[in-house]
């Protein structure tokens, strides 16, 4: 869009009222977001609003004031905290949000420096907190925040807590003065960590990783923040005396890796707008795999000499460009309150939305968890709120947005009944879901979910019986309980809609092909309350065979036997009745006789009970690409002598087997100490304790 130039006397009053409006609502999410750590609105949200005054004052430069949030950065530093002013101002970004504009913004660098191709350096945009870090003779002296840019917050005693920071720089001759610019952030784990301890303190929990590192670095007491786990990544420099400064960006933070200060191995340099955007397109495909939140890249020009030539406006650098991602948080409104049956019969109440754009798609429906997550959050229909829809998971309600809230907005009820079935509504004791009481039996809606889990392709792996064909066996009454699976014909599978003869031959085929699986397989698609995968595998270890499974679990309601269920590794008492519960009913056990009776075998071996496996108890991660094992073998090979694998390094983890490309694993692995295996050590340790 163009916009024609105005001086001050056509500037139409509607249009000052309008910027006025836009500036106080700017600067009041301006300082709920940095001052108070408590965001009130969606980045997304903020963006918008940000834009319309930014067009404005573009079209009536006599609405643009002194104090505008776009000549603004950030908010003014709390009087809690001593002041630091700046040497060098920390200004924020310019943002690109499609393709268009970040091939614009390669064209004014090409034209700006009259080069036909122009190299950047590029590098994540962590969403986190910006601090200054000064160093003299190599000593850490001084932290502040960003603050409004030129003046920031003293926050030195909460950043000597985090422990990626190094108090003193590597090697021998340090510069004389360094200051360094970077972003302290919480990484998903430790956020996760953080708010699972705040719930069981009851206290308030955090909104995302960013809010929680703001939050903790701003304490006043340091004690508190030494408690978070926070880290940090360098992303530039602010002073630098006493030694050359590199030629260019990248360089500079290769220096930066040799000094002891943190980088992101994510960096590198591209060539024009292709390159740019290739990189942008790379990091969006690795984002939800990523340890920490990113919310776009940055693209900077390389060589520091031309960055120096290009300059700054007024709140941001004319060199550089944030590229942002779709955003996965965006606010719009609950229109209705339902509930949705699951295969375990759990009753969770989902919202029905107007729609909006979040994460690249359009929302409609997001999960609000159960009854009790409802009332803490207090979300209401006819509400305004904030939906957030992080890598691919389901989309939830984060919040509501209190000043939106209309007179008519209604509280949820959880209904009586089961709205599939008609059974009872029942929450038991002790527990946070309610659940429909009809079972597999009775309720359609658990039936449906309990045959795709069982068919799925990690349980018992039955091709091409897909959710469309298992809702017509159940709506037609073919199928009642997974056994009925193995008694369908050709007949009754043809008469279905869509399913050719071919089709039909094709299942029928599979359901054959299926027959012959695991027993852990064949445990886990009972769908079994509490029981995933790595449980299941478990008591396959460690029984041996099905009938030992069944016997052990008829003890667990008796107080007078021992639990030999617990005996697994991770099965407690909650996970040990659940299993009882499941092999006492009647109508389970006749299930499971059937299935055995239509052919469903498994290699089993004798005895009620096996040794302790020379793995048991070991935490395997697996990242990087091995040269001969796939991730599924190797996995298999660990569990096979008792090892669990699990998906994130922590000080539980035993061991670390690395092979090539392999990320942020290794590096908090290296972080904590923990042994690593590549490969050939892997196979070695197996092969000593009898694997291979």
Not at 401 to 422: K, L, Y
Not at 501 to 529: C, H, P, W
């Amino acid at each position: 869009m163009t916009l024609g130039i105005a001086d001050n006397r056509e500037v139409p009053e509607h249009l000052r009222q309008q910027a006025a409006q836009l500036r106080a609502e700017l600067a009041r999410h301006n300082h709920a977001y940095y001052v108070q750590d408590a965001p009130s609105i969606p980045d997304a949200d903020y963006d918008q609003l940000f834009r319309q005054l930014q067009l404005l004052e573009q079209q009536y430069p006599a609405l643009a004031t002194a104090d505008s949030p776009t000549c603004r950065v950030g908010a003014q530093p709390s009087r809690e905290f001593a002041q630091v002013r700046h040497a060098l101002a920390m200004l924020s970004l310019a943002n690109a949000f499609d393709d268009g504009d970040v091939v614009a913004f390669d064209k004014r660098m090409m034209d700006a420096l009259q080069h036909e191709a122009v190299e950047y350096a590029v590098e994540p945009k962590f969403d986190g907190l910006a601090i200054s870090l000064r160093y003299e003779h190599g000593i850490f002296v001084q932290a502040a925040t960003r603050g409004d840019g030129s003046t920031g917050e003293d926050v030195t005693a909460n950043i000597r807590t985090v422990r990626s920071i190094p108090l003193r720089l590597f090697g021998e001759q340090p510069p004389a003065v360094l200051e360094v610019r970077g972003e302290v952030l919480m990484f998903k784990a430790d956020f996760d960590a953080l708010n699972a301890r705040q719930r069981a303190a009851e206290q308030k929990e955090f909104a995302n990783p960013r809010n929680a590192a703001a939050g903790s670095l701003r304490q006043l007491d340091s004690r508190v923040t030494a408690q978070r786990a926070l880290r940090f990544f360098c992303y530039g420099v602010g002073v630098l005396e006493g030694a050359p400064m590199p030629a260019t960006h990248a360089a500079l933070l290769d220096w930066f890796g040799e000094l002891g200060l943190p980088v992101c191995d994510l960096r590198a340099t591209a060539s024009g707008a292709d390159g740019l955007l290739a990189y942008f397109h790379r990091l969006g495909a690795l984002r939800a795999a990523l340890p920490y939140e990113i919310d776009g890249v940055v693209y900077k020009l390389n060589r520091l000499d031309e960055q120096q030539q290009l300059g700054f406006v007024s709140r941001a650098p004319r060199f550089a460009v944030a590229h942002k991602f779709p955003a996965q948080e965006a606010s719009t409104v609950v229109l209705d309150i339902e509930v949705q049956v699951g295969r375990t019969g759990a009753i969770t109440p989902v919202a029905r939305l107007a729609p909006v754009a979040v994460g690249g798609v359009i929302v409609t429906n997001a999960t609000l968890h159960n009854e009790d997550e409802v009332r803490r959050k207090d979300i209401r229909i006819g509400d305004a709120v904030i939906v957030r829809r992080a890598g691919d998971v389901i989309p939830e309600v984060v919040a509501n947005i209190p000043e939106r809230r209309p007179a008519d907005a209604r509280q949820f009820v959880m209904p009586a009944v089961c709205p599939v079935c008609a059974s009872a509504i029942v929450k038991p004791e002790g527990e946070v879901v309610a659940r429909c009481g009809g079972g597999w039996i009775k309720c359609p809606a658990q039936r449906k979910g309990g045959l795709m889990h069982f068919a799925s392709r990690r349980a018992i792996d039955i091709e091409g019986l897909g959710e469309q064909l298992i809702e017509q066996l159940v709506d037609k009454h073919i199928v009642t309980t997974a056994a009925d699976l193995y008694k369908l014909g050709l007949g009754s599978l043809v008469a279905l809609e869509r399913m050719a003869d071919k089709s039909a031959q094709n299942i029928v085929a599979a359901l054959e092909k299926s027959k012959q699986t695991t027993l852990a397989r064949f445990i886990y698609a009972l769908g079994i309350r509490h029981v995933g995968e790595s449980t299941a595998k478990a008591l396959a270890l460690h029984f041996g065979n099905l009938d030992a499974v069944i016997a052990a679990a008829s003890h667990v309601l008796d107080p007078d036997a021992p639990s030999h269920l617990e005996q697994v590794d991770d099965i407690g008492p909650v996970v040990a009745k659940s299993i009882a519960q499941y092999f006492l009913d009647p109508l389970n056990l006749e299930m499971v006789a059937q299935l055995r009776a239509c052919g469903l075998h498994w290699p089993e071996q004798a005895g009620t009970a096996r040794p302790p496996l020379p793995q048991a108890g070991k935490n395997f991660v697996l990242t990087g690409t091995l040269p001969n094992l796939s991730r599924d073998q190797a996995q298999a090979m660990i569990e096979a002598e008792g090892g669990k694998v699990t998906a994130s390094v922590s000080k539980k983890t035993s061991y670390v087997v690395a092979g090539e490309d392999a990320g942020s694993k290794l590096a908090r692995a290296q972080e904590l100490g923990i042994p690593l295996l590549d490969e050939a050590g892997l196979l070695a340790l197996l092969k000593n304790s009898g694997a291979a």
